[in-house]
């Protein structure tokens, strides 16, 4: 007889003050609305949904995205509890997006603990600082908040400096990096593969090659942008790039780290239903949350 499965905690983050484009705020209610809780219940979890941590209204706060500096840091310590919550509860916490600059809070408090790798699945690179933004959105910031640069308030969240280092990061499906991006990547050390790398090598290579540069660590945080798959697949994303990841090869890629054993959270980020069709993103996306909480062919 198996093991009993660790209970996952949903936990909704309706967060659309990171970036300008709107409507992922409504990602949380996408993915319930698509049957993530049937889907895993399917797969024999137990499940506790806690319903949406607390996010300020948008037009409610000052017009300029500095203003909202204040209000995502609050959210992202918000997310960094309930994340070291989860783990502290023996629960396995799923937060359900919003813009991805709620990773600042949820590696932040799966890593509170313990260490863990973290694969980071997205057509963008997610790692400037402010002096090196285009757009000076907070969503492109997170994971060099996470490795200990950008915004006090940010690099902050839940406690003082960086929460994991470069070697703790493998990334997946990158297609689009801005110029002090890429430069300060190759410096931090992280593990980088590109579209062109997956075109050349294929899925299967790639991931089994990402677990082995994460061998350091017992556990993984998958956070996972949906604009990493090619927007003619799944066209319900805030900053769509052409050129991304079939829904096949997603699946592989969640495929092998669930046979991996070694995934403790995740995240799922960047849904906006505004620009979908029939809520088909959203329901993609539970599709490739149930691979990567072991659903099989057979």
């Not at 809780?37 to 941590?53: M, R």
């Not at 907070?138 to 994971?143: D, E, K, N, R």
């Not at 052409?242 to 054993?261: F, T, V």
């Not at 995934?263 to 849904?271: P, Q, Y």
Request: aromatic share 4%; glycine share 12%; charged share 20%.
């Amino acid at each position: 007889m198996s093991a009993p499965r660790k209970p996952i905690r949903i936990i909704g983050v309706p967060i659309d003050l990171g970036q300008s484009q709107r409507g992922v705020d409504m990602g949380p209610s996408a993915l319930r609305y698509a049957g993530l809780s049937a889907a895993l219940k399917a797969l024999d979890y137990p499940l506790h949904d806690s319903g949406n941590i607390f996010v300020p209204v948008r037009d409610s706060l000052a017009e300029s995205s500095g203003d909202f500096l204040p209000s995502i840091q609050q959210v992202c310590q918000s997310v960094y509890e309930s994340a070291r919550q989860a783990l502290d509860a023996g629960e396995i916490p799923l937060f359900l997006g919003g813009d991805h600059s709620l990773a600042i809070g949820t590696i932040g408090g799966i890593t509170s603990r313990e260490p863990a790798g973290v694969i980071w699945i997205d057509a963008h690179g997610d790692a400037n600082r402010p002096q090196t933004s285009p757009s000076g959105n907070i969503h492109g910031m997170p994971l060099a908040a996470l490795l200990g640069e950008g915004f006090p308030e940010l690099v902050n969240v839940g406690r003082p400096g960086a929460k994991i280092g470069g070697r703790d990061v493998v990334m997946i499906g990158i297609r689009e990096l801005d110029a002090g991006e890429r430069s300060w990547l190759r410096h931090r050390g992280i593990r980088v593969y590109t579209m062109r790398e997956l075109d050349e090598r294929g899925m299967s290579a790639i991931i089994r090659e990402a677990l082995s540069c994460l061998e350091h660590r017992s556990r993984i945080h998958v956070s996972l942008d949906m604009d990493s798959l090619d927007p003619t697949q799944a066209p319900g994303v805030g900053t769509p790039s052409i050129g991304g990841l079939s829904y096949r090869e997603a699946q592989l890629l969640m495929e092998i780290i669930a046979d991996s054993g070694k995934l403790c959270s995740a995240d799922i980020v960047e849904i906006n239903p505004i620009l979908d069709h029939e809520n088909r993103t959203a329901r993609m996306a539970v599709e490739l949350l149930a691979s990567l909480f072991g659903k099989s062919i057979i």
